[in-house]
């Protein structure tokens, strides 16, 4: 009774309600996708996860902060508690061998490019042991020396490298990056294609190492290992490009576990990053870049 009179009290506003709902299920039943349509979406999808099959899921790494912490009671100092200090040998230059040697050497530099294009011309292994030991002249947390540096000059080698990064960054390129990030590479022309690491005479893969062993088995922790790779990566790109070579950092997402098990690397090493090092080719071209001006990235206080 009382429902009766409320509607008849209110009934412009009951019809009201009543189209309006219908009228929303209609939208919702004309714009649901079909049954057929659903199982075509399906279908596709399922097709695309046999194309990637084994990259769905990531692959993991046998060591995490977990086994970190547990093998803690195996950590020993690395150095010795009485390690003698001795003098430090320094020659002074005068202030104005000092602004020339630093203006020239930011000339050097500043004609560094990144390189993807590379001539098959072959390099001296002697110029790749001397800049690799010259990233090995990096400063490094508690002195642990962090890094691993595979030099690869096999063909075939360079050749499987090639299969797995170029497999990864297909997938990479069309599923795991973002839109935008896909967006923000198009004006460098990267692509998932990598002909240079075929090209190029030596490909250099730089690994972190977690941690690794004392002459008695204990384990040697390696703080800030990360920093410390990233730093020598610096010093390697500078020793290339003194050297008169080129090289393109790069960084192969989610290849590091296939290509450390294929460059037999032990599980406490990580693949930070790769550089195809060599001449770049005659006809090389590079993205037409500027770099920001002193002012843009230098504060004094
Ligand atoms: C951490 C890092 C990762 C990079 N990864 C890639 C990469 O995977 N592929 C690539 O072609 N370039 C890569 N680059 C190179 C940059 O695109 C390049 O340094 C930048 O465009 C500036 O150009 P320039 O090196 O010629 O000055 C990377 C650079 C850095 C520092």
């Not at 040697?101 to 390189?115: A, C, D």
């Not at 998932?192 to 922790?221: C, H």
């Not at 005659?282 to 770099?291: A, F, M, S």
């Amino acid at each position: 009774m009382f429902i009766l009179l409320m509607i008849q009290k209110y009934f412009p506003q009951f019809l009201l309600t009543i189209a309006c709902c219908t009228g929303l299920v209609f939208l919702f039943r004309k714009f649901r996708p079909s049954d057929e349509q659903k199982q075509r979406k399906n279908a596709q999808f399922k097709e695309k996860l046999k194309m990637n099959k084994g990259r769905e899921e990531n692959l993991t790494d046998e060591i995490d902060d977990k086994d970190m912490q547990d093998m803690e009671e195996d950590f020993a100092p690395s150095l010795p508690e009485n390690l003698a200090h001795i003098p430090f040998k320094f020659t002074k230059n005068s202030h104005s061998e000092m602004i020339k040697r630093s203006g020239e050497f930011y000339e050097l530099m500043n004609k560094r490019r990144s390189v993807r294009f590379f001539s098959k011309d072959p390099v001296p292994e002697e110029v790749i042991r001397n800049i690799i030991k010259t990233a090995g002249t990096s400063p490094s947390g508690a002195h642990t020396e962090p890094w691993t540096f595979v030099v690869i000059k096999d063909p075939q080698m360079k050749q499987q490298v090639r299969e797995v990064i170029e497999e990864e960054e297909y997938f990479n390129y069309n599923k795991r990056m973002s839109k935008q990030w896909v967006a923000d590479l198009k004006p460098l022309k990267t692509t998932w294609e990598k002909k240079y690491l075929t090209e190029a005479p030596y490909l250099i893969l730089v690994f972190k190492q977690l941690y690794s062993f004392n002459e008695d088995g204990t384990r040697k922790m390696h703080y800030y290992n990360e920093i410390s790779v990233a730093i020598a990566t610096g010093m390697l790109i500078t020793a290339i490009h003194n050297a008169g070579l080129s090289t393109v950092t790069t960084s192969p997402l989610q290849c590091g576990i296939r290509l450390r098990s294929i460059l037999e690397r032990p599980p406490q090493e990580r693949l930070v990053l790769l550089f195809p090092v060599g001449f770049p080719a005659d006809d090389c071209t590079v993205p037409d870049l500027e770099r920001k001006p002193l002012k843009d990235i230098c504060v004094e206080i």
